[in-house]
């Protein structure tokens, strides 16, 4: 289905999506509002069962953008998005995601910071700003304080380390993007294949094709002053799914950890289990003191539940890894 008129481009803006009907409305209309022109958007709907195809078809009538929407059987969101890039007619290649909402200078801002880059440079992106439907319920404000979006992995030694976006340099190479925020070369993206379509649930694909970019020779750059608003989910039972989605990709890449070149990315992936048992059981020790100081800097009740939930959350990593690593060797996981 198109929109507007076609023409030359050389951004394509590629989205997966699926059974996000009503939440797409404000992505696309943020789409509309970009400052940077032109560019063309390629919706893939990975089989919805919703209303999104007739969301998709009414704006698809009344847009003036390049616009273009393709509905596929489920496949997962890494399929989705390949299908995307193999129709995307820009040299380069934006990702965003259909809980998000775009500022007008988002495009413009990715195009400027990649263009500024030298040849070497795959991608660039930004972190993100968490907004909930519901900011004074009990589970929003702990995924408010969580703020887990703006911590950004950087190369930290022996391991990937999260670093908090105002501490990171311009001109430090980021292991990997969130795909929710960043713009890449399309032909980076052809060279290592687009992303491992194994990975289906959201978690794990986009660091996972960053790494192969790595190992191919590329590098990545973060601009902290391009964000872009992720829309969370304000309940306590989406945000353990999130993780446990999060846990198998980690575990995946586990598996793959011998395929990335990079010592740092493999060291970070060895030993994974053995690692969730660790961090499990330090946090246990340090609980008094994270408690202590989560009321401190929340208020009591709020400071209470961050600390409670981020120790149940420890446990189910450790429980969602177990769990993988013996589908693992009984063959089952896929």
């Known amino acids: 289905m198109t929109g507007g008129a076609r023409q030359p481009v050389e951004v394509s803006v590629v989205v997966a999506t699926m059974n996000r009907g009503e939440e797409l409305n404000d992505l696309l209309a943020s ?116 703020d887990d979006f703006n911590y950004i992995p950087v190369f930290g030694g022996p391991v990937i380390l999260h670093r908090h976006v105002s501490r990171v340099g311009e001109e430090e190479n980021i292991p990997y993007l969130r795909t929710s925020n960043a713009l890449f070369r399309k032909d980076a993206l052809l060279a290592v294949r687009g992303f491992d379509e194994a990975f289906r649930q959201p978690g794990g694909e986009d660091p ?79 609980f008094p003191a994270t408690l202590f100081s989560a009321m401190k800097r929340f208020g009591g009740i709020d400071g209470a539940v961050y600390a409670l939930v981020t120790l149940a959350s420890k446990y189910a990593a450790l429980a969602v890894t177990a769990r993988c690593q013996c589908e693992s060797v009984r063959g089952r996981f896929h």
């Open 208 to 286: 996972d094709l960053c790494y192969r970019l790595i190992s191919a020779g590329w590098r990545l750059r973060l601009r902290k002053e391009i964000r872009v608003l992720h829309k969370s989910r304000d309940s306590f039972s989406a945000y353990f799914r999130s993780l446990r989605n999060y846990l198998r990709g980690e575990f995946r890449k586990s598996r793959k950890r011998r395929l990335y070149l990079e010592p740092v990315i493999r060291r970070t992936y060895s030993l994974l289990f053995f690692r969730k048992i660790a961090v499990a059981g330090l946090f246990t020790l340090a």
């Open 31 to 146: 789409l509309e509002s970009q400052t940077f022109q032109p560019f063309e958007v390629v919706i893939v709907n990975d089989g919805s069962t919703d209303g999104t195809v007739a969301t998709l078809q009414r704006f698809a009538e009344r847009t003036s953008l390049d616009f273009r929407f393709i509905s596929q059987e489920n496949r997962g969101v890494s399929a989705a998005r390949n299908v995307g890039i193999g129709a995307a007619r820009g040299r380069l290649v934006a990702f965003t995601d259909d809980d998000c909402v775009l500022l007008p200078q988002w495009l413009e801002f990715l195009f400027q910071a990649l263009q500024r880059q030298p040849e070497g440079v795959a991608g660039v992106g930004g972190p993100l700003d968490t907004v909930v439907k519901n900011p004074t319920s009990l589970a929003g404000r702990f995924v408010k304080n969580q």
